[in-house]
């Protein structure tokens, strides 16, 4: 299999944006503490929101070591596939994971590396959007 494009980049801005989110919120909910303990309650608010912002961060970065199981999963198909990952779409859409092209078709596939519950369609939604956002840029 040929691998046209690396992924990870667009999960790893996002991972970096939820990190400064999570510091810039953090570091002032503990200035507001320190200095002006009479707004305890808005300090423990932005405090609220920097811990937030850091699950954030980290569901991002468990988005790149699952991208990346599946390069790995992929790798042993023949020379015949070429595999391009992380393809960024128009107008802030998001991005496509990882579009798989064979002699037997062209896959948009999107990486998920959390629990869900099979009711949750977000998903299927999100793959769906991807696959119909590949089918007309084709």
């Known amino acids: 299999m040929h691998i046209l494009r690396t992924g990870g980049k667009y999960a790893g801005e996002q991972?970096?944006?939820?990190?400064?989110?999570?510091?810039?919120?953090?570091?002032?909910?503990?200035?507001?503490?320190?200095f002006l303990?009479?707004?305890?309650?808005?300090?423990?608010?932005?405090?609220?929101?920097?811990l937030h912002y850091l699950k954030r961060r980290s569901h991002?970065?468990?988005?790149?070591?699952g991208e990346k199981m599946v390069?790995?999963?992929?790798?042993?198909?023949?020379?015949?596939y070429v595999l391009i990952n992380?393809?960024?779409l128009p107008e802030g859409m998001g991005n496509i994971d990882h579009i798989l092209v064979g002699s037997n078709g062209v896959f948009a596939i999107e990486t998920k590396s959390y629990r869900w519950h099979y009711l949750n369609r977000f998903p299927i939604r999100q793959a769906i959007c991807s696959a119909?956002?590949?089918r007309y840029f084709l």
Request: charged residues 15%.
């Open 60 to 65: 991002w970065r468990k988005g790149i070591l």
């Open 15 to 34: 991972q970096r944006l939820y990190e400064v989110k999570a510091a810039i919120f953090a570091l002032t909910g503990a200035t507001l503490l320190i």
């Open 132 to 134: 119909v956002s590949l």
């Open 37 to 50: 303990s009479h707004l305890w309650l808005l300090s423990l608010i932005f405090l609220g929101c920097g």
């Open 86 to 88: 992380d393809i960024v």
């Open 71 to 80: 390069v790995e999963a992929l790798t042993p198909l023949d020379n015949s």
